[in-house]
C-alpha cells in the first residue's frame, strides 16, 4: 500500500523560511514524479512544482520561482519543499503527490497523495 505524509507545516511570520517532508511508502521513490500541490478553502488545487525521476525541476506557480525549491533524499524516499521569503498569500494547504510518468501541474494526473501540510503566513 503506497502512503505519502507531509509533515512541517505551521505558522510563521512574513519573511522567514518553512521546510516540508513529504515521505513515501509501498514504492520504487526514485522511479516516480513528485510534486507539491497547494489548495485553499473552496478552490481547486493547483501544482506548486514538480520533480522528474531525474532531478528535473518544473515550477507551475510563477510565485514560486526563486523562493521555493524541491530537494529530494532518495534514500530517506524523502522529499521536500523549501519555501523562504515567505508571504501571506502563500498560506494554503499543501500536499505531495507522485505518478510514475513525468511531472504534470494537473491534479488529475497523479496517483497519489498525502494528506497536506497546513501552511499559514502572518504579516
Known amino acids: 500500500q503506497v502512503q505519502a505524509v507531509e509533515s512541517g507545516g505551521g505558522l510563521v511570520q512574513a519573511g522567514e523560511s518553512l521546510r516540508l517532508s513529504c515521505t513515501v511508502s509501498?514504492?520504487?521513490?526514485?522511479?516516480?514524479?513528485m510534486a507539491w500541490f497547494r489548495q485553499a478553502p473552496g478552490k481547486e488545487r493547483e501544482g506548486v512544482v514538480c520533480?522528474?525521476?531525474?532531478?528535473?525541476?518544473?515550477y507551475y506557480t510563477d510565485s514560486a520561482k526563486g523562493r521555493f525549491s524541491i530537494p529530494r533524499d532518495v534514500a530517506k524516499n524523502t522529499m521536500y519543499l523549501q519555501m523562504n521569503s515567505l508571504k501571506p498569500e502563500d498560506t494554503d494547504m499543501y500536499c505531495c503527490?507522485?505518478?510514475?510518468?513525468?511531472?504534470?501541474?494537473?491534479?488529475?494526473?497523479?496517483?497519489?497523495w498525502g494528506q497536506g501540510a497546513q501552511v499559514t503566513v502572518s504579516s
Open positions: 503527490a507522485g505518478r510514475t510518468a513525468g511531472c504534470s501541474g494537473l491534479r488529475h494526473d497523479y496517483n497519489y
Open positions: 509501498g514504492l520504487t521513490f526514485e522511479l516516480y514524479a
Open positions: 520533480i522528474t525521476r531525474y532531478g528535473t525541476t518544473t
